[in-house]
């Protein structure tokens, strides 16, 4: 089977949603590790600095000592001396200050970057201590000695090289503002949170995807077996298709509805061309029985044997012909004398046709009334539905009961609801209530509401049959204004 071009799409979308997600994932990745080496890559590369740093220092404090063999470093004014050595060489190291120790004591501290050269400038216990450490170090293996220290934010990076038989140790320095632990940290924290919004937002989006192509297959496969069963249903969706679905479904019902609508009507219209052929065939042999059985009645109208006979044989004429008429209601070719006429006037002589009736079943009828209401009718085709609907209400309440007949007025429209007390009606009753020769009395005909179907729909009304609050109900539209 040939895949949808918008399913090709989705899926197209969806591998290509995967690769996404694999590139962020490795990004982050490498991301992350290129973080995590940042710190270890400046902490080399300004150690190689103070390296260059402190030997440019030591080679200069050891010239400085041969030419000055009678001073002591300690002294003021060889400490001012010392300063300008120092200042000369670390003017060439941005951000970079250091000097000498002499017996435990910083000599000779300059920072080019930031102070005069003889500037005073004091060391902070911290970095002193560490400069002492890295010295002992140093003198201890005869190599360069390095520290780090976290000072709050700043990362402190200390190098001293110190020879065992040296006076003067070297010493450099160099601070590196906000480069805490914690600001890395929080640097992490904030790419990986990132990472983490990136990778839920196409998760979700592939989740979507997912249940977008799960739909797609879904509603392909019941497409494909509406084509055969007019009654399947496609499932309800829970995502952005379930509107789709709720359509294809309403369209699939209105189609099965449309269908068997046509079926009636080719039915109709068959049983119209049927009547039409033999209806004169049947009227007058039944004419012709009926006047041979009056012109019997009056010959022995003396001899009470052959009463009940002849009542039986004129009763089965009269209901054959009440049978045929039913039938010529089918007939397409029949007229109709559509006009306005007010809808009291049919209502009350209905209501008088079957009131005898209804007494004898010992049910009431509670009709409303509504005077000056016009409708477009056919005043001989409304009476005769509304009789059906009123006979069968009657016959469908309980003894005792009661049948109402409302009325509501809608834009253009008349609403008349015709309720019985009776059981109503099952799901099976409502599909094929309208349907000819079906029928649920014992020895109905079963074209009571076919013809009340036919009749009003032919004065361009329609009937609905729902269940009522207390059995079924019939619900008759008719029109106001006059039909297109």
Sequence with gaps: ????????????????????????????????????????????ETNKSLLNASQELTQAGEAWLAGHRESNPGDAEADLDLKRVSYDILRSYPDVEGGFVFNGKVVGHSFPSY???????????????????????????????????????????????SRPDGKLSAWCLHRLINFSDSH????????????????????????????????????QAGLDRLRTDASHRLPEQDHELSSIVRAINSMAEGRQKLEADLRREDRLRVMGRVVAGIAHEIRNPLNSIRLTIRVLA??????????????????????LDALLRSLLVFRTDAAEKIRQQPIQPILDRTVALVKPHAEEQGVRIQAARCEE?????????????????????????????????S????????????????????????ERLFEAFYTTKPGGTGLGLAVTRTLLEKMGARIEAVRGSRGALFRVILPMEQPA
């Design 1 to 44: 089977m040939r895949v949808p071009r918008i399913v090709a799409a989705q899926r197209l979308q969806t591998w290509l949603l995967i690769a996404a997600l694999v590139s962020v994932a490795l990004i982050g990745l490498l991301v992350m590790d290129l973080t995590r080496n940042l710190r270890t890559v400046v902490i080399s």
């Design 115 to 161: 102070t005069e050269p003889g500037s005073n400038l004091r060391q902070p216990s911290n970095e002193h201590a560490a400069v002492i450490a890295a010295m002992v170090e140093s003198r201890a293996t005869a190599r360069p000695a390095h520290r780090i220290l976290q000072d709050g934010k700043d990362l402190v990076i200390v190098s001293v090289i």
């Design 184 to 219: 890395e940290l929080n640097k992490r924290l904030i790419l990986v949170g990132v990472m983490l919004v990136a990778l839920i937002s196409i998760g979700v989006v592939l989740k979507l995807s997912f249940n977008m192509q799960r739909g797609f297959a879904a509603i």
């Design 298 to 319: 009056r010959r022995l109208e003396g001899e009470p044997a052959s009463q009940e006979p002849i009542a039986l044989v004129t009763g089965e004429v009269d209901r």
């Design 373 to 405: 209401v016009l409708v477009f009718v056919d005043g001989d085709y409304l009476q005769q539905a509304l009789m059906n609907l009123m006979l069968n209400a009657i016959d469908a309440s309980t003894r005792e009961g009661v049948v109402v007949v």
């Design 407 to 430: 009325i509501s007025q809608d834009p253009g429209q008349l609403r008349l609801e015709i309720e019985d007390s009776g059981p109503g009606l099952t799901p099976e009753q409502e």
